[in-house]
Nanobody
């Protein structure tokens, strides 16, 4: 299973980015899938989850600004990020299970700076 994250880049504070995660297999449908991020010198932290039942949860730090969604037909997971702040700068990773194993995408860099 391969997960390919994309959509990162350099954006000014207050700007928006849409991250995508493409899977080599149909692993988003019916599974609990998530986005994480890791800033330099910090531990990887959870950002958002879509549960197997369709429930959505966000870390307090991104609630109201980020939106997680998935397109089962296209095997894609998305993270819409609005009102970005410098503290959102990090490498963002998608995470999804297949066969009882959780897989990580390779990460996409998001830098929020003026």
């Amino acid at each position: 299973v391969q997960l390919q994250a994309s959509g990162g880049g350099l954006v000014q504070p207050g700007g928006s980015l849409r991250l995508s995660c493409a899977a080599s297999r149909s692993i988003f449908r019916g599974n609990t899938v998530a986005w994480y991020r890791q800033a330099p010198g910090k531990q990887r932290e959870w950002v958002a989850t879509i549960t197997s039942g369709g429930g959505i949860n966000y870390a307090d730090s991104v609630k109201g600004r980020f939106t997680i969604s998935r397109d089962n037909a296209r095997n894609k997971l998305y993270l819409q990020m609005n009102s970005l702040k410098p503290e959102d700068s990090a490498v963002y990773y998608c995470n999804a299970p297949y066969g009882g194993i959780y897989y990580w995408g390779q990460g996409t860099q998001v830098t929020v700076s003026s």
